[in-house]
Nanobody, 126 residues
């Protein structure tokens, strides 16, 4: 059974840092393009960051570029999103997602992701 489980969310003050994790089972993350999305109350789910399956290319939304870093640990089969200089507008539920096997489809298109985690809440206070 394919499963993505996020963890590490929480409450942090503006300007602080937080890291969220996505542990995968039933798939090998080094063979999948992995993405992070977020959804704030009353808003649509939006792209945050992605790491292509070949491991050499990352992509970030303009709103988080320079503040967030996506990475993976193949041995732990886990994807990470390190967030720094957090802002109140970063408050959202953060979701991890995987495209299809060896897919390199557009990472910003939510429809290109086949498997989703349940999400983890990140709250940034002002």
């Amino acid at each position: 059974q394919v499963q993505l489980v996020e963890s590490g969310g929480g409450l942090v003050q503006a300007g602080g840092s937080l890291s969220v994790s996505c542990a995968a089972s039933g798939l090998t993350i080094s063979r999948y393009t992995m993405g992070w999305f977020r959804q704030a109350p009353g808003k649509e789910r939006e792209f945050v960051a992605a790491l292509y399956w070949n491991g050499g290319t990352t992509s970030y939304a303009d709103s988080v570029k320079g503040r967030f870093t996506i990475s993976r640990d193949n041995a732990k089969n886990t994807v990470f999103l390190q967030m720094s200089r957090l802002k109140p507008e970063d408050t959202a539920v953060y979701y991890c997602a995987a495209q299809g096997l060896y897919s390199s489809a557009s990472v910003t298109n939510i429809r290109n992701y086949k498997t989703w985690g349940q999400g983890t809440q990140v709250s940034v206070s002002s």
